[in-house]
């Protein structure tokens, strides 16, 4: 079995849950973590011979000590996506910081607030629905989590301006650890845009874990992107669990740049006729780390359409994993399903693994996948240069090309400015 | 047009198909003949007894004893996306043979001759009409021996071995030992090490150097007896620039019990060589409640060993229960070529977990997978393929093409291609795509006047043309009509 990291084993020494945690009047709560920990220790960590996680090996995990966030002030200077922003929560070290969110002027319809917030007075009702596929990591943040963001849409609003959702981490020179519960809930017809930035900066170790449970109801429409620069040192393991009800429309573009073990889950459940869910991957990581990406879609009603595009570059040492999965049920006749993933090795020692699995019990579906796995294209490498750009400038600007398509459904503005920041954080490593 | 019209424009095609379903699985017959068998059951006696009806060398028999004890610590895999009850090893015979021993062809059981002519093989060399040059030489397999080997005598004048493998332990022991387990490693995985303990027969074939085969090699397997397990081992070595086209056949009578087959083949192509491996799989399928039939675990790799090397799979996988199979390239050489054709249909209760691995080591290596996958009835099909690029491998090349058919709505399509690459100069391509037959393409064939059944076998033919391009004539033609016979009863 894999071994935990100390930090960990301390946390939990003896099968007991700390008492530092949020809500321990509760005693569902509390039960559902006792339940969820004992489920962690007997399982443990998953290791190689799980298919899953085949491609990523959590060893390095090991060798790390962290240590509780301490919420200290964070050092970054905080960069927006977009300046037209409707509200922002700005979480530090997985906490809410009320002095830095601006959560004052929300429109009619938009609540967001955080689980501590939530969990506080006698009363208050489990709010997070069962997990597809909730593996190991799952029961560790149940065990564990101390806070996440609480945002809800009521039935009908239609909220125009995008939601701001940035993660900081303080900088200290121990490893921090955290793990974050987040529950984005959208009422029937609601609509809504949330932006999310989560940035590290180099001198940053972190180990955390983020479990975001999302529900749409029917005819809802939820776009979100989420921009990740992880630092060289950062294990982070995400879980996006989306329920798509009848009508609704899930996009999400989710950008991953760097990091040591980064492992994005993304479960989506297309449950009523004519969901739609959307899926863009950007993967970038060129130092000595591993990013999985794993795609389950899972089409579960007739009429039912999902769209996945995914990019992966990998460089220096790393690997860059995609497992993407499509699952057709019987009942889902007419399905839509269409995966893309393509991969670019930028050295001689990357290693980029895709396995794009394709499941399905109807017949009278249109399914397809493709995937593809190559270095920059010589050819239009040798064009450009002919036509006097130098070869730097010509694999930038093949890089880019490559990852464009990606981006192409944004309106102009937020297309270039998030295209810039990646290429600025891809070059310079800025933040 | 609506739904309710589409449904029943939908019914009814389906209805009018039904007849399609009266041709049944034509070699389930049984043929009553004198065999001897092994102790029922599986233990290191077992594997002795097999050895020594063989008349084994010691090595053989050590090989084969450190199979087997391997092989008790060893777990069936169950990653396959196949549901079976367990399989009882214990409850089955490990060697069954015709008692009567042949010295030449013309002794060979007229009972024998007989069960091969009804099945379209030839095993006499008289068969042939005067004047015309033989086209096939054929290995015929009866449940645990092999029977008849045809044309032996003139492919030894040009050098060519074609020969039991059981014969070959006895006359070129040193080729054997050479290159036996070479590429399927005795402990490769649960089913090839079952057989290397208790492997009975199958075929051998050497072509020395510069040599091209003048005929198609061919063996012909048979389960006959009840109860009764095949584990064949068949073995092709390809010297430096010689060319060989082997194909393998197999059909099994019907019975209510599921009878395990468990082979392994393994190819080596040294510099310049050339191997092309076709498969026409037919074992009985079990019927229409999914009762019954072959469980095929069957494993089967080529080495490229030599620079310029080729190995190519072609494989029409329509009988069998259970299919567990995945023909693999290991293209060590430099500018060596893998090859994997396949077309599997799965009817009835039958399952199918097929695919190739190609690993490629040496540079510019090129590999091309095309599958072509066909659902039917209850039928499970998965597509499973690894294309593996290792660091030393400039310029690697592949294309993989994955198609599936699903015809009607109680079957299930599955691809899980792995891609693994270490090399920025490899380039991968991988596409795959889900499609049924549309009412459209019907419609438009019984406009031009064809019936229901033929239309469905037009278009499922033309689904798997690219495949079947690639099998030699004579097997084209058996494999088309053997895909129409095995979708019947898929409708309605």
Redesign the interface.
Known sequence: MQSIPTYLSQRIAGGVLPADLPGQQHAWLVQKREAALLRFLNNGLPTAQD?DWRYTHLRAIEKETFHLADQSTPTQTIEHMTQDFCGSAVFVDGILSKTLSKLDNLPAGLSVSCVREKLKGQQADDFFPAMIGADSWHDLNTALFDDGAVIDVAAGAVIEKPLEVICLSTKQNNATAYHAKNSIHLGENASLKIYKSKISNASHVIFSTHMNHITLQKGAKLQRIVLSKHADTTFTFVHDDVLIHEGAVFEKTAINLGGKIIRQKTTMNLAGENAYAGMNILTHTAQDGTTDALVDMRHNAPHTQSKQLIRSLAGGKARAVFQGKITVA?IA?KTDAAQNHQ?M???????????????????????????????LDETALFYLRSRGIPKEEAERLLQQAFIAELFEPFEESLRDSLMQRITDIIEKGAA | MNTAEELSGKARTLSELKPLTDKGYAQGFVTDIEQEFAPKGLSEDTVRFISAKKNEPEWLLQWRLKAYRHWLTMTEPDWGKLNHPPIDYQDAYYYAAPKKKLKSLDEVDPQLLETYKKLGIPISEQETLAGVEPRIAVDAVFDSVSVATTFKKKLEDIGVIFCAISEAVQKYPELVQQYLGSVVPIYDNYFATLNCAVFTDGSFVYIPKGVRCPMELSTYFRINAENTGQFERTLIIADEGSHVSYLEGCTAPKRDENQLHAAVVELVALDNAQIKYSTVQNWYPGDENGKGGIYNFVTKRGACRGDHSKISWTQVETGSAITWKYPSCILQGDHSVGEFYSVAMTNHYQQADTGTKMIHIGKNTKSTIVSKGISAGKGQNTYRGLVKIMPKAEGARNHTQCDSLLIGDLCGAHTIPYIESRNRTARLEHEATTSKISEDQLFYCRQRGLSSEDAVGLIVNGFCKEVLNELPMEFAVEAQKLLSISLEGSVG
């Open positions: 298919e019987q006749q991969g090795l930028l050295s001689d020692t990357a290693e980029i693994d895709a396995k794009p699995t394709l499941e399905i019990y109807a017949d009278d579906v249109k399914c397809s996948h493709g995937n593809t796995c190559g270095a």
